[in-house]
């Protein structure tokens, strides 16, 4: 099955710096990348998501990069607000149906 | 357009007892997979539900199943409720499921077993 990578597992940045977190994924067939933000007590909420098909795509302050040749694909926050401070999980789907999560980057953005 | 749904929010079981929690999906939406999250092991696929049909199914013992109905709607039921059982059961609904379609996840149910 797919298995996925993330890190760093913890990340505290400056308001208004830069986040990147990275995952890794082993299924060459994995089509299908989103992000989830995930803060407390809720479930989490997709924010952005890349097919296979693309390389590159962004959303206002968040974009995400996907190189399938290394298997990895990255998520970027530029200029951080203290609402960005969250769980963010990435999560690959190979050809089957399941979402195949990494365990998590816990963001804290310092004001 | 409302969210994905689920019921009850919170629960306590004693060991050895069953539970069933509930998820409505978002309207339109016709697939519905549960996950299960600890602090441990993360977020895990439990199974998938499409037109009231298991369509797949992650590595849980089959104390854990669940149905669809034709509403969408969906259950999940743990039979003989162990402590490691203790978790956060999350429903994600999306419009057809399978690769590349946007799964949208509800805000849970956390069930402590003791």
């Known amino acids: 099955g797919e298995n996925v990578e993330q890190h760093p597992s913890t990340l505290s940045v400056q308001e208004g710096d830069s986040a990147v977190i990275k995952c890794t994924y082993s299924?060459?067939?994995?089509?299908?990348f989103p992000w989830y933000k995930q803060e407390l007590g809720k479930g989490p909420q997709l924010i952005i998501d890349i097919r296979s098909n693309v390389g590159e795509k962004k959303d206002q302050r968040i974009a995400v990069t996907l190189n399938k040749t290394a298997k990895h694909f990255s998520l970027h926050i530029t200029e951080t607000q203290p609402e960005d401070s969250a769980v963010y999980f990435c999560?690959?789907?190979?050809?089957?149906?399941?979402?195949?999560f990494g365990a998590g980057t816990t963001v804290t953005v310092r004001a | 357009k409302a969210g994905v749904t689920q019921t009850p929010r919170y629960l306590i079981k004693t060991r050895g007892q069953q539970v069933t929690l509930s998820c409505s999906p978002i309207?339109?939406?016709?697939?519905v997979s549960w996950y299960q999250q600890t602090p441990g092991q993360g977020l895990q696929f439990l199974f998938e539900?499409?037109?009231?049909?298991?369509?797949n199914k992650g590595n849980f013992p089959g104390r854990f199943s669940g149905r669809q109905f034709s509403n969408s709607r969906s259950e999940m039921n743990v039979s003989t409720l162990e402590l490691g059982d203790s978790a956060l059961y999350l429903c994600?609904?999306?419009?057809?499921?399978?690769?590349?379609?946007?799964?949208?996840f509800g805000p849970g149910t956390r069930l402590t077993v003791t």
């Open positions: 994600a609904s999306s419009w057809v499921g399978g690769g590349g379609t946007e799964q949208y």
């Open positions: 999560a690959a789907i190979p050809g089957d149906y399941k979402l195949s």
């Open positions: 309207s339109g939406h016709r697939s």
């Open positions: 539900y499409f037109s009231e049909t298991q369509r």
């Open positions: 299924d060459s067939a994995s089509n299908y």
